[in-house]
């Protein structure tokens, strides 16, 4: 069979070797071509050109700040706290008013929060406030060990139970610096967040200032 073909082929021009290997092979030819680009592609974005992972992530659930407001917070504290190809995601969940959005950002905030891929909260998380509803003190990480730990002020801690789940952000002053509104809003961290160092190093920063 391989003979035979390579006895036409040699027989033919090379116009009309081209015009029969496309007529009989250009499935093969576009399958392989498909397939090279997508392995291209694919080898581009796992090895050559891999996106970004989140070396800290911040779910904001409070006020009317702009996305490009909140990149701001996390400006300050990438510096610090990344790596190579690294950023922080400061991911906004606030409420507004437009069901279609509300529902989008509840669902994505649902998804996260249960995938341990949120951090930091920052919203109304005091007993009793809107966003404690969504985020009981018992999500929460014992705030008193962690300021310990990094060696900041414990002061404005907010206690549920004796355990200090929250921090008012006025005594923060980077929100200061920042011009952020943060009356009635605090900081709080989410219980199966396993980026202690990240964690820690925001917590520095954010109450030690930079």
């Known amino acids: 069979m391989i003979k035979k073909e390579l006895e036409k082929l040699r027989e033919m021009s090379l116009r009309q070797k081209l015009d029969y290997i496309w007529e009989y092979y250009k499935l093969h030819i576009i399958g392989t071509a498909i397939f090279a680009s997508l392995a291209g592609m694919v ?19 409070v006020g009317n700040e702009s996305d490009e ?14 790596g190579y190809n690294e950023i922080v995601s400061v991911v906004n969940f606030t409420l507004t008013n437009t069901f279609q959005l509300d529902i989008a950002r509840q669902t994505l905030f649902a998804a996260m929060t249960t995938a341990a891929e949120l951090d930091i909260i920052i919203g109304d998380l005091a007993v009793g406030g809107r966003d404690s509803e969504r985020l009981p003190p018992d999500v929460f990480k014992d705030l008193e060990a962690l300021f310990y730990e990094a060696g ?12 200090a789940f929250a921090i008012a952000l006025e005594k923060s002053p980077i929100f200061t610096e920042l011009g952020f509104d943060y009356e009635g809003r605090y900081f709080g961290v989410i219980i199966n967040s396993e980026r202690d160092y990240a964690v820690l190093e925001a917590i520095r920063i954010l109450w030690a200032g930079r």
């Open 43 to 61: 080898i581009n974005d796992m090895v050559i050109n891999p996106p970004p992972t989140s070396a800290l992530t911040i779910g904001w659930l």
């Open 152 to 163: 900041v002020s414990t002061e404005g801690l907010l206690f549920y139970d004796g355990v």
């Open 69 to 82: 407001r909140l990149s701001e917070l996390a400006d300050v504290l990438e510096p610090t706290i990344v």
